[in-house]
C-alpha cells in the first residue's frame, strides 16, 4: 500500500541499484530517494564514488547503504540483497544499472572480452532479479527495471558483443514480464548518448550531431524514465522506453 500520510511517491519503499555509485547509478540513486525512497546501491571498484553517493543520499534525508559487490559471482549476489533486505527491511524496486561498454572491432574481440560482456550486461541481472523476485513478492509486488541501450536495437558495428547483450537484455525483460507476472513489473529504459562533462570528446560530439535532439542526455534525464516505471501503473510490464533523443530513429 502506498504511504498517503507522504506526499512523496515512494515513501515507504526500498530500492537496490546495482553499479550506483556513479554517472547515470548515482543519478538513478538520487532521483529515488528524493521520490522518498529508502536506497541500497553497489559497487564493484569506485568506493569514494559510493562515499560520496552515500554522502548525498544522507543529505536528502534517505536511508541509504552502499555495499560493495562484484556482480560475476551469484554467492556474492545473494549475500548483498540479504544485506540490503536486512538494512531497509524491505525491497520493492530493484535497479539493473551496472554494465560495461567497450568500442572493439568485431573481429579483434576475444572471447574473454565476449564473457565479460554478457556477464556484466545480461547475466548478472538475471542473477539479481532471480535472487530478488522472492523478495519484491514478499511486499506483494514489485517493479524490476533494467538499463538497456540504444545498441540493443541499433547495429553499432564495433560493439558487437555490446550490442548483443543489450539485445538480450531487452529481450529478458519481455521474458521476466511474463515469468514473473503479476506480482512483478518488469520493464527496462533504454538510453541512447549519455554525456556526464560539458566538454563532450570528439566521439560524443559526432553522435550528439547524429541524434535527432542536437544533444547527449542528461543521466538526470535517464533517472527521471527509470522513476517514472518505479511509480507508474501496475498495468505497464513488459516495456522498453527509449530515451535516446530519437537517435534510434536515424
Ligand atoms: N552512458 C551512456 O551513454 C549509456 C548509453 C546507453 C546505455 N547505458 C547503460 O546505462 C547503464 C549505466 O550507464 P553508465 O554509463 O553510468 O555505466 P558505467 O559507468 O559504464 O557502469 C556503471 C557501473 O557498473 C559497475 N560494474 C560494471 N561491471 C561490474 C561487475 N562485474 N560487477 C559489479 N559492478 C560492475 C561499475 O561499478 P564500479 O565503478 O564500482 O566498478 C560501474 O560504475 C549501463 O547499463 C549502460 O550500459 C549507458
Redesign the pocket.
Known sequence: MPDFSSPLPLAGKAALI??G?????RAIALDLARAGAAVAF?????AA??FETERQLRGIGASSLGIQ????HSHAIHDALATAHAALGRLDIIVN?????EDVPFEAISDAQWDAMM???LR?PFLVSREAAPMLRANGGGRIIN?????ASRAFPTHAHYCAS?AGLEHLTRVMARALAPEIQVNAV??????FEPELTAWERKMAARTPMRR?GK?EE?AEAVRWFATCSRFVTGQVLLVDGGLSLV
Open positions: 546495482t553499479g555509485a556513479r554517472r547515470i547509478g553497489t559497487y564493484r571498484k569506485s564514488d559510493a559487490l562484484d556482480l560475476r544499472n551496472a554494465g560495461r561498454y556477464e556484466a550486461n548478472a538499463l538497456g541501450s540504444v545498441g543489450k533504454s538510453p541512447g548518448l549519455i554525456t547527449g543521466p535517464v
